[in-house]
Structures are given as C-alpha cells and as structure tokens.
C-alpha cells in the first residue's frame, strides 16, 4: 500500500511519529483508523502513532503540531504522508542543518516535484516552537507550509536546501488531497491567501512572530466571509466593497 511504502523510508529515523485524525460520528472510518493503527504497529514497531479523537475536518496543521508534542527529537523533519525519504538523507541533514537554519528540498521552480515537496520541512525543535508551530487556523488546503517558513524567515532563520536525490513522492489523484480536509481546494486556497496577507500584516505590527490566538481566529473568520461574499456576489467588479477590519494592536520591541 502507499502508507506501507512511505512508512518504510522512514525506518531509519529516530522517533517517526505517524498521525491520524478521523472525521468524527463516522464509525466506519475510526474503525479503519483502528485498524490501519494496529498494523503500523505490527509492521513498523519504530513508529510511534498518534492518534487525535477529536476535531471536525482533518487538519493537517493539527496533525503535525500534535506530532511533534509526542517526539523528543531535537531536529524535526515534517513531511506528507505522499512523500518519501530516503535514509541517506539523515547524514546530509544532519551535516547542514544548524542552529539558525530550517532545511527544505532542493526543487526548481518549475519541477513538477515542487507541489509535491513544498511541505517538507526539516528544523530544530527550539526554532519551531519559537516561531509558534503550524497555525491550526489554516484548514484545507491551506498552504500552511508556506506560512511556517514566512515565520521562521522573520526570526531570521535561513534554508538550507538539501538535495532532491533522497526524496520521492507517491504519484495519486489531486482529489485525493482534499478527501478528508473539507471542502473545495479553491476555497480554502483563497481564504489561506487572504488570512496569510492580513495575518503577515499584524505579526509586522506586533513585531512577534505569530499573532495572538483570538486575533488569528477572528481574521480567518473574516477571510471565510468575505470570500463567501465574493462567491455570491458573483460580479465582484460591480461595486461590492469589501475588506477585512484589521486589530490594532501595540507593537512589542523586538521578535
């Protein structure tokens, strides 16, 4: 299976943690998750799973941030659960990653391997939990590892690339990606744009490197409702204002 696949990159790794949010009321998909759980453990004793019982649509923020609360790693390599990880790339991180810095694959612009990469990111714990983590806010199909890296660049941190040879990807249906996230893939691309601009606007304001929870959860409220307002106004260019109401809020001294 994919999941056999992918897991068994990863059997080198210190500590690979595996998680798993099912959709909740929906029996026959816990029970899969269950046993789906049950054989990783069998067939991949090195993985630590995680399991989260809660929660609407899957969230892949969530999941990660959740992953990385049961390891004790000093460095932690994100990736999805399409990707894969050669051993070898253990060495080559290891020898280029260093305080300071965040690591991400070494893909072209124009690689057809870009979209399916992007979200692999590999950074020392310190630097992630100083930058805030994943934003649990971003659902769908969020670009949530963009947001992480503008985070860790307005702590200064700077990528290293480290060489394409070591990853793959699992070639599937651009559905599949939004089988478990909710909604259109559309949709939630163009609320995370309109949350990650304004957002990025009050993290400068602040001088912090993530915004306050409340303050987060009323702009991504916002930026659901004005594209809902776009989508119904149909003719956007025929007068409908419309805007986000940014908080004001003290700037702090320093990151």
């Known amino acids: ?14 500590q690979p943690v595996f998680d798993w949010e099912p959709s909740p009321d929906n029996r026959v998909l816990k029970q899969m998750t269950e046993r789906l759980n049950q054989w990783v453990r069998q067939s991949h004793p090195s993985v630590k799973v995680v399991f989260a019982e809660d929660g609407g649509a899957f969230n892949a923020c969530r999941a990660r941030n959740l992953g990385a609360g049961q390891s004790t790693a000093e460095i932690l390599i994100f990736a999805d659960a399409d990707t894969l990880i050669d051993p070898g790339a253990a060495t080559e ?26 979200g692999t990111c590999m950074v ?29 660049n307005c702590l200064d941190l700077k990528p290293v690339t480290i060489s394409l040879k070591w990853f793959g990807a699992i070639k599937h249906a651009d559905d599949l990606r939004m089988t478990y996230r909710g909604g259109r893939k559309e949709i939630s691309q163009l609320v995370s744009l309109l949350y990650r601009r304004y957002i990025g606007a009050v993290r400068r304001m602040q001088r912090k490197p993530q915004a306050d929870a409340e303050v987060r959860e009323l702009i991504y409220r916002q930026s659901e409702q004005l594209v809902m307002r776009l989508i119904e106004a149909r003719d956007p260019s025929g007068g409908v204002q419309i805007g986000l109401a940014i908080p004001v809020a003290q700037q702090a001294d320093a990151f």
């Open 93 to 118: 991180i290891d020898a280029k990653l260093q305080p300071g810095t965040y690591g991400v694959v070494e893909v072209e612009a124009d690689d057809q391997l870009q979209d399916d990469l992007r």
């Open 1 to 14: 299976s994919d999941i056999d696949q992918a897991l068994a990159t990863y059997e080198g790794y210190r």
């Open 124 to 152: 020392y714990r310190a630097d992630f939990d100083r930058a805030g983590g994943y934003d649990e806010y971003l659902k769908g199909y969020a670009m949530e590892d963009i947001d992480l890296y503008d985070r860790l």
